[in-house]
RNA sequence: GGACCUGUAGCUCAAUUGGAUAGAGCACUUGGCUUCGAACCAAGGGGUCGGGGGUUCAAGUCCCUCCAGGUCCGCCA
């Protein structure tokens, strides 16, 4: 039996077929609207026959009726269709499609393969992380880092080519204020011990040095005039300030799995930005115009920006954060030819990329340029649990490094004790996977638009939507192959098993064939809570199959069967997680 | 003043972007290990989906309007 990796989708096919076949009316324009259902009512469920009917001033039991009846033969002998409520078409897999779909799809590349024609040929360019030089990554920092990397392994499973991009934050009027402060008091041997911490002091004392309308604020700035135009010395500095940072940030990025492929900076676009001056000005009528001195963007067909300017160059002719943003713009789309831009920062930003989207919009439909998909992928804050923003006890900000050591000491105290016979590299090993990825879970598990309470009782409890829980299914899952010293991935075993039927076994594989949903609702809406949920509750059937039905057994024809539930349970949770960029493990 | 986000069980959050009887975890009550990892499972109680109006065959979801909290609004990003 041929079964495709999308089902709904071939659901959906089928009806449109019938709707043709059958003769009705406007058969060309009825949407089935195939989608999965809940389990109480069948695998997958068709709502269109409602609003057809309904515009149409027809039955629409009778229209369910005369499309059901016009099912090509094929779609009968893989699910049962019954017809309910005010007119929903129900379908329920039968076992052996079922079982067909678990043989088909049987392992990660199998899964890509699958899932790899939402974005076949696409490139998308992911803008994420994105933390300012000279500085540590904080609490802060921590989301887009995880929500980001996300999105990429998300679009790279679904057939894009990913770019991924730290649009560091390595220009701009601080680095005055910091080669002022460096000059006069970076100590060397602090420099060597932690690079970052030394810059945050010496930027610490520049500042307080600088103040507003002081001789010394105009020497910082004298410093800063120096460096864009290219003086060596300070040049030199920044450099020096750029790469020392970008080897703390690896250090961050090594232990969440994180890999860029550019660095390309705020400062990347200093040559490019005059292009962009130009051609918002060349344009009949302008785009941009001068106002109060600066360059700045009205959008009068917009109810609030056509009097909120989106600023592109101040007064002074220095350009700021709107001119490197639209160059960044431009650059993703020629030199990368972008088909798709995904820009990950908190929700504050909102205003600022919803003026810049629209800049650009006008700007490449002027000049003819091919406009790619751009999306703002906002989150909220993270707040301690009396709901404020996070800090050390004391009120400083906490930093990341020491955010991740406190995850992985905490999971190494709870591994030590649940588990003490394993040998003290192995609880280490354990508590790195199950620490980090408790905390990359918590800020992937739920909905990126709310606030989230950031909670250590929470993100590594057993109990509920946690990595943990996750994980431990897949421990559990790799403890029976073990057990009975088979390979995970050894579809030979499977080859007799019978067919699926007990009640949990079929819910089981009902819940492992909407694999698919869940990656397409969390890749569609660059949410990835979506693919979160659908593992949990994929873990949860899992649980309690394991309870209900023991896989040992001694029918042979029985364990088959169970044991390539096992599998596939074990290779959907595993291809999730990593998605999500968690690791694994094979014991806890 | 304008705009955006949030508001769902005592608490923390979901709800397939308009579908059928709004679901999980925590907490509370009860049951299940001489059997593959009980870090688990099963069952129970708990709801004016912030309030009010509207659109629709169908609204937690869309529109309007209030209320509460958060955020942004010219030379930071």
Not at 143 to 168: P, Q, Y
Not at 315 to 330: H, I, K, Q, R, V
């Amino acid at each position: 039996m041929s079964v495709s990796f999308n089902i709904a989708a071939d659901l959906d096919a089928a009806l449109q077929a019938a709707a043709l076949a059958a003769g009705i009316d406007g058969a060309d324009v009825f949407a089935p609207e195939v989608r999965t259902a809940d389990p109480r009512n069948g695998d997958f469920q068709s709502n269109g026959v409602l609003g057809y009917a309904k515009a149409r001033k027809l039955n629409p039991r009778a229209v369910a009726e005369k499309l059901v009846v016009a099912l090509a033969p094929g779609v009968r002998d893989r699910c049962d269709v019954t017809i309910a409520g005010p007119g929903f078409i129900n379908f329920t897999l039968k076992p052996a499609t079922l079982l067909a779909w678990l043989r088909a799809f049987d392992s990660e590349d199998h899964l890509r393969a699958g899932a790899a024609a939402a974005h076949a040929g696409q490139t998308w360019v992911v803008d994420y992380s994105s933390p300012n030089t000279a500085k540590q990554m904080h609490v802060g920092h921590l989301r887009s880092a995880v929500i980001g990397e996300a999105i990429c392994r998300m679009l790279a499973f679904t057939g894009a080519r990913v770019i991924r991009d730290n649009h560091l934050g390595d220009w701009g009027t601080q680095f005055g204020k910091l080669i002022y402060g460096f000059k006069r008091w970076a100590d060397p041997a602090a420099l060597a011990a932690d690079p970052i911490e030394e810059l945050e002091r010496v930027y610490k004392l520049g500042h307080a040095a600088t103040p507003d309308d002081s001789p010394e604020l105009n020497e910082a700035r004298a410093e800063l005039v120096k460096l864009q135009n290219g003086d060596p010395e300070n040049f030199a500095l920044w450099k020096k300030f750029s790469d020392v940072s970008l080897a703390a940030f690896q250090q961050i990025y090594d232990r969440l799995g994180i890999a860029f492929d550019h660095c390309l900076g705020e400062s990347f676009y200093n040559d490019k930005l005059d292009r962009v001056y130009r051609e918002l000005t060349e344009t009949v009528p302008p785009i941009a115009e001068v106002s109060e001195g600066a360059l700045v963007v009205f959008h009068l067909e917009h109810p609030r920006f056509k009097t909120q300017p989106f600023l592109i160059r101040k007064g002074d002719g220095a350009s700021n954060y709107g001119s490197t943003d639209l160059a960044t713009a431009l650059y993703r789309a020629e030199h990368f030819r972008a088909d798709g831009i995904v820009v990950v920062t908190d929700f504050r930003q909102g205003d600022h990329f919803e003026q810049l989207f629209l800049t650009v919009k006008k700007w490449f439909a002027a000049k003819k340029y091919r406009l790619p998909e751009l999306h703002h992928v906002t989150f909220g804050a993270v707040t301690g649990e009396d709901g404020k923003a996070l800090k050390t006890r004391d009120g400083g900000v906490i930093k990341l490094k020491a955010l991740l050591d406190e995850a992985v000491d905490r999971a190494f105290a709870i591994v030590s004790e649940k588990n003490p016979e394993l040998s003290e590299l192995e609880r280490r090993e354990i508590a790195r996977t199950v620490g980090l990825g408790a905390v990359q879970y918590a800020d992937l598990s739920q909905n990126r638009s709310s606030n989230y309470v950031f909670s250590w009782e929470k993100m590594l409890a057993l109990d509920g939507n946690t990595a943990p829980y996750l994980l431990y299914a897949v421990a559990r899952i790799h403890s029976i192959f073990r057990k009975l010293e088979i390979a995970p991935s050894d579809v030979s075993t499977e080859s007799i098993a019978s067919m699926l039927e007990t009640p949990a076994e079929l819910s089981l594989a009902r819940k492992l064939t909407k694999f698919p949903d869940g990656l397409r609702l969390a890749t569609e809406s660059l949410r990835p809570h979506f693919l979160s949920l659908y593992l949990y509750e994929l873990a949860g059937e899992f649980s309690a199959f394991y309870t209900a039905d023991k896989v040992a057994v001694d029918e042979l024809p029985v364990r088959a069967r169970r044991l390539l539930l096992c599998a596939r349970t074990l290779v959907t949770l595993e291809t999730g997680l990593h998605l999500l960029g968690l690791r694994t493990v094979t014991r806890m």
